[in-house]
């Protein structure tokens, strides 16, 4: 089973730009969809943006137009460059696989937007 180490959240001013990271124990090029999902305190986990192959692209409406995924199979990575950051996109944020369905879930990475 492949275990996943999310990096690369901070803090960061309301309309500042972020990119994260998610680096997996072994290859992630078979994989179907890999994806993004966040969690804010006393709430789910939502998937909210999800790349199918290596350029099919797919968001939350919540996020459209502000986050774009990408995934680089040779390094068994998966980034989400996040753009016009706002205080509701304050949350914990893991990777995990789509499909086939999610594995172990890895500590996360915390992105924090505040003035």
């Known amino acids: 089973q492949v275990h996943l180490v999310e990096s690369g959240g901070a803090s960061v001013q309301p309309g500042g730009s972020l990119r994260i990271s998610c680096t997996a124990s072994?290859?992630?090029?078979?994989?179907?969809?890999m994806g993004w999902y966040r969690q804010a305190p006393g709430t789910q986990r939502d998937l909210v943006a999800w790349?199918?192959?290596?350029?099919?692209?797919n968001y939350a409406p919540s996020v459209k137009g502000r986050f774009t995924i990408s995934r680089d199979n040779a390094k068994n990575t998966v980034y989400l460059q996040m753009n016009d950051l706002k205080t509701e996109d304050t949350a914990v944020y893991y990777c995990?696989?789509?499909?086939?369905?999610?594995?172990?879930w890895g500590q996360g990475t915390q992105v924090t937007v505040s003035s």
């Open positions: 995990n696989q789509v499909s086939p369905r999610p594995v172990s």
């Open positions: 072994s290859s992630i090029s078979g994989i179907y969809a």
């Open positions: 790349i199918i192959g290596v350029d099919a692209t």
